[in-house]
């Protein structure tokens, strides 16, 4: 059973207002945490502090207003780079996961890749780590080639170092969002940095849930959103390595991410703010750093070891239900709260709506993964997913759902 000294959920419950909620007559269960996560207070109300009392544009200004609201901007990009052992400096505000990646797309990838080079994907990763290099490899003439996954949901690492060698990019998730596999991004990146191979990791499953350091990772590029991790939503981050970030042009043109414009040509400021152009979403990226002080408090390790414990037992206690198939590792361990399943002869929207009368919310569909549901000849899967005020009860309640969803459809 789960040890209560990794995380006192009770006593953090009344900092979520919203899982009090009764839904259809039921307390809410939400299972839906790596689509996004709930706010705590402590996060509305650091938001609400700063539109409330220091609201002004950052960089821009010398009255009061200005200083403290660049303070606060820049102390948030402080509070994020020392939350994944990064220099201030590697650290560019985004609006989250998708536009990183796509900042590496168009900064990075249109300005130095060529003709029939490779980039190098794998089959579990979201279309947001996908269709940008989709794209790029559309407009450059480039090649994708994919890592496969094997029986149990894992990346079939062989294929990752037959392939790497011969590769320009490896874009690559830390954690999938449909299987809750934890690939080692070290190794990866190791082999990649051995072979002269740009890496860009897919943390957005990952930050929120177990430690995440560049360093110790060895990435070029690692990229995580805001709203999955406590966060408000339109915020996320892309850190680069300074050394790349110099060289790459600007991903938009406008204000604050130039030195000098002229009539007839520009210069640019210095990384991160040369990719921050226009009005940045401070408001967003005070709520993120007060998420991080949030999950700090807690501790990141306690964090994951109470969601592997939930983990585990939401695996035990579905695997008693007949009919029911869980996708990709079978045990809690080397993966994060993340349980995706089907049940014979019912769709999963069907289920997810029959969950939601009894008030469990849960993702149905392909869960922007559609190569990976194609893989195990699919359409779409039911995905539970947990966070830090998660419990067995909420598990339970999960089982005894799924129970009725079998009484529905025999």
């Not at 560019?92 to 249109?110: K, Q």
């Amino acid at each position: 059973m789960l040890k209560s000294y990794f995380i006192d959920v009770k006593g953090i419950l009344h900092d979520f207002p919203i899982l009090s909620r009764k839904i259809n007559g039921h307390r809410l269960v939400y299972l839906d945490n790596a689509a996004t996560t709930q706010k705590p207070l402590q996060v509305i109300e650091a938001v609400n502090d700063f539109y409330l009392k220091h609201n002004a544009n950052v960089h821009r200004s010398v009255h009061t207003l200005g200083e403290e609201a660049t303070e606060l901007y820049e102390g948030a990009r402080e509070k994020v780079a020392s939350f994944i052992n990064a220099g201030s400096e590697e650290i560019v505000f985004t609006r989250g996961t998708t536009e990183s990646i796509n900042l590496v797309r168009f900064a990075w990838a249109e300005k130095y890749l060529e003709k029939d080079d490779v980039i190098l994907l794998t089959m579990m990763e979201h279309h947001s780590n996908i269709v940008p290099w989709q794209l790029v490899a559309r407009k450059k003439g480039a090649k994708l080639r994919y890592v496969g996954v094997d029986k149990e949901g894992r990346l079939k690492f062989d294929e990752l170092e037959r392939d790497i060698a011969g590769s320009r990019i490896l874009a690559i998730t830390h954690c999938s969002n449909v299987l809750g596999t934890v690939n080692d991004v070290k190794k990866a990146c190791s082999l990649a940095r051995k072979n002269g191979v740009l890496t860009v990791v897919d943390a957005a499953q990952s930050a929120p849930h177990i430690r995440v350091d560049v360093r110790e990772i060895g990435c070029d590029f690692l990229a995580f959103s805001g709203h999955k991790m406590l966060a408000p939503n339109g915020i996320g981050v892309l850190y680069g390595r300074k050394e790349i970030l110099q060289e790459m042009d600007p991903f938009h043109g406008g204000g604050d991410m130039i030195k000098e414009v002229f009539l007839d040509h520009a210069t640019w400021n210095d990384v991160p703010y040369k990719f921050e152009a226009g009005t940045v979403n401070t408001g967003g990226a005070i709520g993120l750093a007060e998420a991080i002080r949030y999950i700090e408090k807690i501790g990141i390790e306690n964090i994951e070891k109470h969601e592997r414990a939930v983990t585990q037992y939401c695996l035990e206690t579905l695997s008693k239900i007949e009919g029911l198939l869980i996708y990709g590792p079978q045990e809690a361990k080397g993966r994060v709260g993340v349980v995706s399943f089907n049940i014979k002869g019912a769709h999963p929207h069907d289920v997810a709506t029959i969950l939601d009368r009894n008030g469990i919310a849960i993702r149905s569909g392909h869960h922007c993964a559609q190569p990976l549901m194609n893989h195990y000849s699919v359409p779409a899967m039911c995905r539970a997913s947990f966070y830090l005020y998660n419990t067995l009860e909420d598990v339970d309640r999960l089982y005894q759902g799924i129970k009725k969803v079998k009484e529905v459809f025999g």
